[in-house]
């Protein structure tokens, strides 16, 4: 019970218990008004007040308002008690009341006579009986007054003790400190729910826009290829260049499209990289291989300067090295001088990595933009060039050597060349049967192979885009043993699966009616079509998508624009799979 006193005594032990209590509190904080609730308790309890009141600045006004009271089970007069209903809903102008004189003056204050003072003797509480006492302490955070704490007497007090005044001021300084930090902490937890909204409507923009723009391009490049691979001389030597620079502006179009999502997934963290032991020797052979055409069509010389080296493994994601390192050399090729030449070779570092040198003699880049080379749509003076480029091959280019654990960086000369090298984790060889391991096998890997002209495959495609099914249609009209049947939509498809029971079924994700993967649960609970396989072809090419559909059973996953030769590879491999059945 607390006693009536006139003397306001703050020994030692309250002192340290006081301290001990409001660390507790402040330790444990996470919302701002249960802080105010306990610590107006806390005060209240050790100290010989029966009122202890908290009122907040309203934001935009000259006002406090009440946000917070402690008051004694039972208060010891009346008069207090109306003082403390009054107060309740009363809003305190500035300079009007003790608390709001406070939050003018900027400084704490002693009142032996609260009642007497405007408004508050107007009021009949203020009149009948003797005064009561109180201490009000302004709180700041960095220079702004947000609040008042008031702390009141039921008695009339001649003085206060001087150990209080700095002891109460001490505790709300540093409830000024926690209110700064808590609403750091609020801001914070808002940007980071700003940024993720803006990041998911940035990967659904995306995803969208990817898909748009895959669908038509899926027909401009499987059509050219199709006139360009025709065994019939459809086209003369002049439209034959026109359509491969259709073709070849079509590929542009989707190199840019798949690094621009290729920089969104890594920045969303949704990029995966596979690290296995590579041998980097064949790795490296079979790239020169594929660039021979650039090359010839460039005249651009290839300087041979990795085939005498010795064989070494390194640690890296094998289709994300090619990558890597094909935009390199497109680089070197692209930014050199007629005539030109570029170099391949590798070495070892000290510290156990093995650096991997893409070098030309082109132009070199200016100095004034060495510091920008690797970010996104940065191409500086070849913007006016006229060469072809999107600003996005080095940005990507780097955050996948960094997903590898390793480092990418250059040295380059204006008018005399540059090189780019890459670090990558030595591995120890290993076994030829261990080489591969840990790659990703879900996506299928280009290889060009003859059909196989004895068996006839079955084929179902359930796709609403009429353009798309001409597509396949042509490209099985170029294989020549093969049963073609489509849909439109989903129920249709589900139709044919049971009469006509193919040996596979290509089947588009974005359907009317039912979607791709309904579809795919549907064919496996249907016992007639539960062992049939299915390959998802879709334009949907974010990561997401492909782990769903990996997840839900498709057998594998394409995105559009899908290459002819790839789908001609597709249809021999399930030839052998039948002959083998």
Sequence with gaps: MKVKTNNFVVNPEIEARLYFKMFQIISNASQWKTVIEET????????????????????????????????????????????????????????????????????????????????????????KEDSFSGYSVPILVEDEIIGVFGFFSSTHQKRLDKNIAPLLVNIVGQLGQLKKRLDKEKELILAKEEAVKANKSKSEFLCQMSHELRTPLNAIIGFSQILMKSKNPVLDSRFKLDVKTIMD??????????????????????????????????????????????LKSSNIIYIDSFSNLDQVFILADKIRL??????????????????????????????????????????????NIQGRIFDPFQRGEAEDSGIEGTGMGLPVSKRLVELMDGDIGFSSVENEGSCFFIDLPKARELAGDQKNRGCNQFLFEEKEIMSNQNEVLKILYIEDNYINLTLVQRVVEMDGRIDFYFANDGNKGLESAQVNKPDLILLDINLPG????????????????????????????????????????????????????????????????????
């Design 40 to 127: 107006l308790k806390t005060i209240g309890e050790n100290l010989p007040w029966q009122i202890v009141s908290y009122w907040e600045a309203v934001p935009n006004s000259e006002f406090l308002k009440r946000h917070s009271q402690w008051q004694v089970s039972k208060l010891d007069s009346n008069r207090i008690l109306d003082f403390q209903i009054f107060s309740r809903d009363i809003e305190l102008k500035k300079n009007a009341t003790p608390p709001g004189e406070i939050w003018e003056e900027n400084r704490s204050r002693w009142t032996k006579d609260v009642a007497m003072s405007k408004p508050f003797c107007k009021k009949p509480f203020g009149i």
């Design 249 to 294: 502006s079509g590929q542009h179009l989707l190199l840019l499209i798949n690094e621009i999502l290729d920089l969104s997934r890594i920045e969303s963290g949704k990029l995966f990289v596979s690290i296995s032991p590579i041998d980097l020797k064949e790795i490296l052979s079979e790239i020169i291989l594929s660039i021979q055409p650039l």
């Design 514 to 581: 039912i979607n791709g993967f309904e579809v795919l649960k549907k064919l496996k609970e249907n016992q007639k079509t539960n062992r049939i396989p299915v390959v998802a072809i879709s334009a949907n090419a974010m990561v997401e998508d492909i782990d769903r559909a990996k997840e839900a059973g498709f057998e594998e996953y394409y995105t559009k624009p899908i290459k002819v030769s790839t789908l001609l590879n597709i249809f021999n491999q399930y030839k052998e799979l039948k002959a083998k059945i």
């Design 322 to 367: 090619k990558q890597v390192v094909l935009n390199l050399i497109a680089n070197a090729i692209k930014y050199n001088v007629p005539k030109g030449s570029i170099s391949l070779n590798y070495e070892l570092q000290e510290d156990n990595y093995i650096r991997i040198n893409v070098k030309d003699t082109g132009t070199g880049i200016p100095k």
